[in-house]
Structure formats: C-alpha cells, structure tokens
C-alpha cells in the first residue's frame, strides 16, 4: 500500500451554501486551504483569510495532501475525479480524496476502484444537516472506503461534524445517505399532511408544533423547517433540484435491489410537481406550498 502524506494542505472543491462554511472550518482548524469553485467570488472570502485559489481542480489536487469535493450531481463527481485532468489523474500517490457530495454508489464504488490504481485511496462520505449543520460544524458525516484512508482522514472531518461513522467498503457512506435522503423525503410529507391538518383544524399551526415538536413526532424538519414553512421561508438549506437528484438515485437503487418503496415514490412525485412548478431552487420546506396553495 502507498504511504499516505501527511495532511497539511488540504484542497475543497465546491463552495455552495455548505461547501463555504465546510471548508472555513478546515480553515480554522489549522490547515494550509487550498480552494476551487466554478464561480471564483464565491471564494473570495476564504481567499482573504489566507487560502489559496487554484484555476483548475487538477492543479489543486497536485498541490495538495488530502482533496474534499462537495459539488452538484453525479455528473459533476465523474468528471471531477475520473477526467484526464482530473482529481485522480493529477494527485501525488499517497493523497487521500474524500467526495461528500451526495452521489450514486456504483459510481463511487468505480472512483475508488480508479484510485486504487493511482495508489490515491477514494473516500465516500456525503453529509447530512443541512446548512444550519454545516455553519455549526455539526455535520453528521457518512464514509464508504478503506479504513486506513478514513483514520487518516477523520481529524479533518472532525473540522466539519460531530457524528462521523464509517459505515463500510467503497460505496456504503451514499447508501447510508440514500437511506438519510429517504427518511427525510416520507418526513417531509408528514410534517407538510400534520400542518395543514392543525390549520384545517383551526388550530395555531405554530403551538401545535410546540406541542409535538418534542415528543415522538420530533424532527428536524418539524421543529427546524416546519417554523421555515409556517413563516413562508422557503430560502434554500438545500435545493429541491439537488433533493429530486437524490430520490431519483434512492430509487434506482431500491429497484436494482428488487425494493419496492412507495412513500419515497410518492414524496419524488411531489418534488417533481414543485420544481415544475418553478420551485427548483427553493429550499426542501417549500413542499408546504404545495398543501398550503402558495
């Protein structure tokens, strides 16, 4: 097995509304951060804390000794680590690689069967909180991979999470998320059906959620998002668009596996009608509109 370099440049590809807060915490844990985003503004702000811009991810990847990604779709991950300048191509043997975007098993499974062939371990190891969890570092973390490759790499995942578990072999952190992304989908529903029925009730929708927002009935999406859908907040901790991504994945999972799961089919079915809609790029909560005619 190839050395692994120890971690003191850390390189972070995506700076979305979770990606930017992620990488500042690797940034106030210590480590030289080395940055890359497709839209360059959207680093300034790290960049004027010390980190440094790379124009290209395969020039961040050979300047570093451990690479995080968290970008779009599956699309974006392939490219990003399997082209011919890509994150694979161009890390030095021995760097750690750890995609937290939350992507299709298979492909993560056929990532890290590559860096196996370059002596650059792949971790899987998307993430769950949304971007309250990501501002407060309370990121529950999911990894698929090798266990050497996660020990390695776990003080950096410390920077962004408080419930960091590997789960299994290559490819078994995205089933983990996939079964995260289905729990919240048949949630999301729940809280919508228990909101509009309190309302329909004549009842105020907002002591309700006193109410059973801490007894079984408690979630995130109750006591988080449902405040979010009552005040007509639909601003983004995570996008509708990049939610249908993940229940279309959970989905061709569950029917390669032979799984029926029609609460997750129905929930995919509403998401679609929202983005349709125009709501693609609302936050999840913005299911209420739907119950509610918004």
Excluded at 23 to 40: D, M, S
Excluded at 114 to 135: F, I, T, Y
Excluded at 240 to 257: N, Q, S, T, Y
Aim: aromatic share 6%.
């Amino acid at each position: 097995m190839t050395p692994l370099r120890p971690i003191r440049k850390v390189g972070f590809i995506g700076l979305g509304i979770m990606g930017s807060s992620m990488a500042g915490h690797v940034q106030a844990a210590g480590y030289e951060l080395h940055v890359f985003n497709r839209t360059r503004a959207k680093a300034d702000e790290l960049v004027a804390r010390g980190a440094v811009w790379h124009d290209r991810p395969g020039e961040l990847a050979a300047a570093c000794d451990a690479v995080i990604s968290i970008v779009g779709m599956p699309d974006d991950v392939e490219a990003l680590y399997l082209g011919a300048d890509g994150l694979i191509a161009r890390a030095a043997p021995g760097t750690v690689l750890a995609d937290m975007t939350t992507s299709s098993p298979s492909l993560a499974m056929r990532i890290a069967a590559a860096g196996v062939e370059r002596g650059v371990p792949v971790l899987d190891a998307p993430v769950s909180g949304g971007d309250v969890g990501a501002r407060n570092a309370r990121l529950s973390i999911m990894v698929g991979g090798e266990e050497t490759a996660f020990a390695h790499l776990a003080p950096v995942f410390a920077a962004m999470g408080d419930n960091i578990l590997r789960q299994g072999g290559p490819g078994a952190g995205q089933h983990t998320k996939m079964a995260n992304q289905i729990a919240i989908a048949c949630n999301m529903m729940a809280v919508c059906e228990s909101l509009s029925y309190a309302a329909r009730a004549g009842l105020d929708p907002r002591a309700v959620l006193k109410s059973i927002g801490t007894g079984a009935a408690a979630s995130f999406a109750l006591s988080v998002l449902g405040p979010r859908m009552l005040d007509g907040d639909f601003a983004p901790g995570f996008y509708v668009r990049h939610f249908i991504k993940d229940m279309g994945i959970a989905l061709a999972e569950a029917e390669h596996m032979g799984l029926d799961l029609p609460g997750l089919a129905q929930a995919k079915r509403l998401y679609d009608t929202l983005a349709a809609a125009g709501h693609a790029d609302d936050g999840t909560q913005a299911l209420f509109r739907l119950y509610a005619g918004l």
